[in-house]
């Protein structure tokens, strides 16, 4: 089965080849990515690297993490999944949320108001 690791505290100049360099001696990788920005193309730092091996990508968490790349130590972790955070939140807190939000809209109306007021004191 294969594992997924993040990277984070990568160099900028850090791209997608020199990430699999980096992390190629620990086993065969499945797939490597580094997370750049939509607009510019930069990247943000950080990535991730898929081991098709879970052996091998536990010995690149334990030999990689706070590795020095070009004067930055790394973080290297267990990658987790996005949708487990969702999944995380108990169904309550959601139900609790839709009314902070109808609140925040009912708050909003008076603000809206006010300055109508301030202008037919000025007229």
Do not use: C, H
Request: proline residues 5%; charged residues 45%; negative net charge.
């Amino acid at each position: 089965m294969s594992k997924r690791i993040y990277v984070g505290n990568l160099p900028w100049s850090v791209t997608k080849d020199k990430l699999d360099e980096l992390f190629s001696s620990f086993g065969e990788i499945e797939e490597s990515l580094v997370v750049v920005n939509k607009y510019t193309g930069r990247s943000r730092g950080f990535g991730f690297v898929t081991f098709k091996n879970d052996a091998d990508a536990d010995k690149a968490l334990a030999e990689m993490n706070e590795k020095e790349v070009e004067g930055r130590n790394l973080s290297v972790r267990e990658a987790k999944p996005m949708r487990e955070e969702s999944e995380e939140k108990p169904k309550e807190e959601e139900a609790e949320e839709k009314p902070k939000e109808e609140e925040k809209g009912s708050e909003e109306k008076p603000k809206e108001e006010q300055p109508k007021e301030e202008t037919k004191e000025e007229a």
